[in-house]
């Protein structure tokens, strides 16, 4: 093999015997994407499956990344290693997270159990849940069996990414609304452990209350939601949290439902790297401008939306 391919090849296998640079260029070309991207993804592809990959997710500011780093600090604490892909959505809600991400997360630094990455979007939202899974694998593919996934839970694109982990959590905090607001941005249907953080705040109790009522009305199945209580920033609830996290794997296992799960993120990652390709594709076929000038027709109503695909693709 020549090319990316064989780029890929070597720094996965180095990436594989704890190379932590290597790790790190992996996942610079599975972020930038392109053909890089592919291989990487594929080489990574081959040698995972072992991972168990957990999403954090919330409001901004609700503590994700203080609960996080509180997480590796349990997790190290048990003997794991951990890594974690703090996913920065670059949206106006979360100017600082990433500056923000490495101070909280510095004490892990030095760690060699321990493995941090934020990933940006490059101003391509859909990218990023086309970069995701291909992140993971390649952690999964060195050797890390948790995936920590943080991301700030506003938009569809980021709660599909966030939803996509084998156990979410979805970070509230106590105050009249917020398990409300959750519930509105989608938050409830992918959530299988609730954290209420900032519990020494007032109003914990309310937001209890809140979730308790709309998972009284929430078609949950077997596994309904836990809800624990946590001070991220004193490591109040965190034990609780991964006991609740390891609970919830074990039921997905011992349900047969964790396959599943996995069965359908396959199918629709498929579907997803189609439509990303036919479109491409479509784009590449359409000469010089074209593209952009259909855009344009069918904004102003010059054609309409069928007609324009047809041309695009060929049809
Ligand atoms: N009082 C209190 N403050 C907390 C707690 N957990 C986190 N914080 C504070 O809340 C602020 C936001 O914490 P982050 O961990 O950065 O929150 P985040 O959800 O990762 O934020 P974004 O990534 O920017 O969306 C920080 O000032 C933390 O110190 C807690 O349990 N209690
Ligand atoms: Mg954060």
């Known amino acids: 093999m020549t090319g990316p391919g064989r780029d890929a090849e070597q720094l996965m296998d180095a990436a594989a015997e ?4 290597s790790v790190a260029r992996l996942l610079s070309m599975v972020e930038r994407g392109g053909d890089d ?3 990487a993804g594929a080489l990574a592809h081959a040698r995972s499956g072992a991972a168990y990959t957990v999403g954090i997710t ?6 994700k990344s203080t609960l996080t780093s509180a997480l590796l600090g349990e997790l190290r604490s048990r003997g794991e290693r951990v890594s974690v892909l703090a996913i920065d959505p670059s949206s106006p809600f979360t100017g600082g997270a990433i500056l923000g991400d490495r101070i909280r997360m510095q004490d892990h630094a030095l ?7 934020s990933m940006a979007t490059r101003g391509h939202l859909g990218g990023l849940a086309l970069a995701t899974p291909q992140a993971v694998r390649v952690l999964d593919a060195a050797g890390f069996p948790w995936v920590l996934v943080e991301t700030v ?7 599909e990414i966030v939803g996509a982990a084998d156990t979410t959590v979805v970070v509230v905090n106590p105050g009249w609304g917020d398990a409300v607001q959750a519930n509105k941005a989608g938050l409830m249907e992918i959530a299988d452990v609730f954290v209420i953080n900032k519990a020494d705040r007032p109003g914990a109790e309310e937001t209890r209350r809140d979730l308790d009522g709309m998972l009284d009305l929430t078609d949950y199945g077997e596994w309904r939601p836990p809800v624990v209580d946590a001070v991220a920033t004193e490591g109040t609830g965190v034990s609780e949290l991964w006991e609740q996290i390891l609970a919830h ?3 997905l296992e011992s349900s047969g439902e964790l396959g599943r799960r996995r069965g ?3 199918r629709e990652e498929l579907t997803r790297i189609v439509a990303e390709r036919l479109l491409e594709r479509a784009r590449q076929a359409s000469d010089g401008d074209r593209y952009e000038a259909l855009l344009d027709d ?13 041309e695009l693709l060929g049809g």
Not at 111 to 117: A, L
Not at 153 to 159: F, P, S, T, W
């Open 153 to 159: 839970g506003v938009g569809q694109v980021e709660v």
């Open 249 to 251: 794997r074990a039921h």
């Open 111 to 117: 760690d060699d159990g321990v493995f941090i990455r």
């Open 264 to 266: 359908r993120r396959a």
């Open 58 to 63: 919330g409001a901004p500011g609700a503590g």
């Open 37 to 39: 991207a592919r291989a």
């Open 298 to 310: 069918v904004e102003t109503r010059g054609t309409d939306p069928w007609a324009a695909a047809d």
């Open 18 to 21: 704890g190379d932590r640079r």
